[in-house]
């Protein structure tokens, strides 16, 4: 069961937007709107910041937004703080109940 | 508020197993699936398996199929990962999550209550 694929690591400057990719298949990604991510710091668990691919929780930031084309699947965070600096985890729904992440992306702000 | 409490770190030699509970309160324990999800030494996240809290049925996922047991006690709203015949490959951090249940086979498809993981460390 592959996983699906990220970029290793982004960066930029605050202010900036950055957008992290999440590629996957026609069996995950492209069959359901069922992408979730999770931001992590060092030492802590991972936090949902966008479920079934563009919601965020209630009261998260408005400056993390989520996206999908075909196989693909984006998480945009706008105005970068030093806060964002983290690992973004991307996750999608497969068949029969199961679940797949991405390998990571992590968030450098310079 | 929601919490799910992990047990404390484990360390166990090869071929031993493990088991990591996962304490729940602050919602209905039984209107959730708890999934569990581990992440090695500077690596990413990788999914386990599922158990549906109100019927007890599970899923696993296939890497951990045969090595891996998904339990529940409803009386104290606590889960349960086993995982046997250890080795190094083991040594991660383990953090249970919960899901809600939608309907009989059905659920939403993200996260978002996790525990504060438990570290197991497989070594001789």
């Known amino acids: 069961q592959s996983a699906l694929t990220q970029p290793a690591s982004v960066s930029g400057s605050p202010g900036q937007s950055i957008t992290i990719s999440c590629t996957g298949t026609?069996?995950?990604?492209?069959?359901?709107?069922?992408v979730s991510w999770y931001q992590q710091h060092p030492g802590k668990a991972p936090k949902l910041i966008i479920s079934d691919v563009i919601h965020r929780p209630s009261g998260d930031s408005n400056r993390f937004s989520g996206s999908k084309s075909g196989n693909t699947a984006s998480l945009t965070i706008s105005g970068l703080q030093a806060e964002d600096e983290a690992d973004y985890y991307c996750?999608?729904?497969?068949?029969?109940?199961?679940?797949?992440f991405g390998g990571g992306t992590k968030l450098t702000v310079l | 508020q929601v919490h799910l409490v992990q047990s404390g770190a484990e360390v166990k030699k090869p071929g031993a197993s493990v088991k990591v509970s996962c304490k729940t309160s602050g919602y209905t324990f039984t209107d959730y699936y708890i999934h569990w999800v581990r992440q090695a030494p500077g690596q990413g996240l990788e999914w386990m398996g599922w158990i549906n809290l109100k019927n007890g049925g599970t899923n696993y996922a296939h890497n951990f199929q045969g090595r891996v047991t998904m339990t529940r006690d409803t009386s104290i709203s606590t889960a349960y990962l086993d995982l046997s015949s250890l080795t190094s490959d083991d040594t991660a951090i383990y953090y249970c999550?919960?899901?809600?249940?939608?309907?009989?086979?059905?659920?939403?498809?993200?996260?978002?209550?996790w525990g504060q993981g438990t570290l197991v460390t497989v070594s001789s």
């Open positions: 026609s069996n995950d990604i492209g069959r359901y709107d069922s």
């Open positions: 999550a919960r899901v809600k249940i939608l309907g009989l086979t059905t659920s939403t498809t993200y996260f978002d209550y």
């Open positions: 996750c999608s729904y497969r068949p029969t109940m199961t679940w797949v």
